[in-house]
């Protein structure tokens, strides 16, 4: 699927364009980050890296953190809350509970298990939880990142972990 899922009109055609930026900026940092052209290669080394250095089987290349570009988009805030943290003029994301994004997740095609018992522990906790993090690693959306609908949800959970 090439197109973000918008059946139950989660977003406006804005926001769909915003998510694609969003997609494509991280698109970017990945093939960047792993000198290659091909994405779903990308995807798949930085998922096989991630899920290695969770186990302490090595380190993985991070892409480049929230680029401003992202923060400044209007999507942003129906997505991600920021918050202060002890460090002087810093900030933080996570991902904001009332966002129409749980809808979106929960109205996927083929919703796998895994998602929806991130969406259920997400719901019950407002945060990404470790279990969560090592879950997403392990049994996420692995495969198919040619689906930009996979690389959204990769994307939002990846760029919210590195901007904590």
Same mark, same amino acid.
């Given at each position: ?131 969560? %993090? ?18 959204? %949800? ?11």
């Amino acid at each position: 699927m090439n197109t973000i899922y918008n059946d139950e009109n989660y977003w406006s055609q804005n926001d769909i364009s915003e998510l694609n930026e969003i997609v494509k900026i991280y698109d970017k940092s990945l093939k960047d980050a792993y000198g290659s052209s091909d994405l779903v290669k990308a995807y798949s080394n930085y998922s096989y890296e991630f899920s290695n250095s969770l186990q302490g089987k090595g380190s993985f290349i991070a892409p480049q953190g929230m680029d401003i570009k992202i923060q400044n988009l209007k999507v942003f805030d129906k997505i991600w809350k920021k918050y202060s943290i002890s460090i002087p003029d810093s900030e933080s994301i996570n991902l904001y509970p009332e966002s129409p994004y749980f809808d979106y997740l929960n109205g996927l095609p083929n919703n796998s298990t895994f998602l929806k018992s991130y969406i259920e522990n997400f719901e019950n906790t407002n945060d990404i939880t470790p279990s969560m %993090v090592y879950g997403f690693a392990d049994n996420g959306i692995k495969g198919d990142y040619s689906n930009i609908n996979n690389r959204v %949800v990769f994307a939002i959970h990846y760029l919210t972990l590195m901007n904590r």
